[in-house]
């Protein structure tokens, strides 16, 4: 099945730096990368997405580029703000199936 | 606004005792999920099904069991609840062909 890796774990950057998480996949009939923001006590939220047909997805603040040579994809912040404190999910798909990494706890200090 | 709603937020069993987790949710979504979380491990996949009475194991299967008798609700089943099951578990449900999953505010198990 398919096996997804995430680091770092734990990161801390200070208010209005960039911040970048990396995942790993090991599936490459995978066609659906998904992040999500989990903040204390509340369920996982959607924040940006990309499909395998695309190289680079920009949302605002917030990006994602996926190498389907390499099997990574990423996640970058810029000008970050504390309410971006949470932690933060990768995920790959087959089909509607998700496997999801090991999560990054992402601190922003003030 | 669309919803996933789990039934308990909190829970206490005891070992041995037979758990039923609900999930309903109202956005006609085709799939849906059952994830356990803990601290470290992520979320990982339960059971899922991509349609009424249709249910397919996940990647930690063992000491679960579901049901889905209707489209909206999606049951998962400890048939003799165990300490090592003591877990934050989350619904979700999707679109068919739409991978965006909406979660439940999930059900915090403690198992005693």
């Known amino acids: 099945g398919e096996n997804v890796e995430q680091h770092p774990s734990t990161l801390s950057v200070q208010e209005g730096d960039s911040a970048v998480i990396k995942c790993t996949y090991s599936?490459?009939?995978?066609?659906?990368f998904p992040w999500y923001k989990q903040e204390l006590g509340k369920r996982p939220q959607l924040i940006i997405d990309?499909?395998?047909?695309?190289g680079e997805k920009k949302d605002q603040r917030i990006a994602v580029t996926l190498n389907k040579t390499a099997k990574h994809f990423s996640l970058h912040i810029t000008e970050t703000q504390p309410e971006d404190s949470a932690v933060y999910f990768c995920a790959a798909s087959i089909r509607e199936k998700l496997t999801f990494g090991t999560g990054t706890r992402l601190t922003i200090i003030p | 606004d669309v919803k996933v709603t789990q039934s308990s937020r909190y829970l206490v069993k005891r070992t041995g005792e037979k758990v039923f987790l609900e999930c309903v949710q109202d956005m006609d979504h085709e799939n849906m999920f059952w994830y356990r979380q803990d601290p470290g491990l992520g979320l990982r996949l339960i059971y899922f099904s991509y349609d009424v009475k249709m249910k397919e194991k996940g990647d930690i299967p063992e000491g679960y069991s579901v049901s889905r008798e209707k489209k909206e609700r999606f049951s998962l089943i400890l048939e003799s609840a165990s300490t090592n099951q003591t877990s934050m578990y989350l619904c979700?449900?999707?679109?068919?062909?739409?991978?965006?999953?909406?979660f439940g505010s999930g059900t915090r198990l403690t198992v005693v």
């Open positions: 979700a449900s999707t679109l068919a062909g739409n991978y965006g999953y909406t």
């Open positions: 990309i499909r395998s047909n695309v």
């Open positions: 599936d490459s009939a995978s066609n659906y």
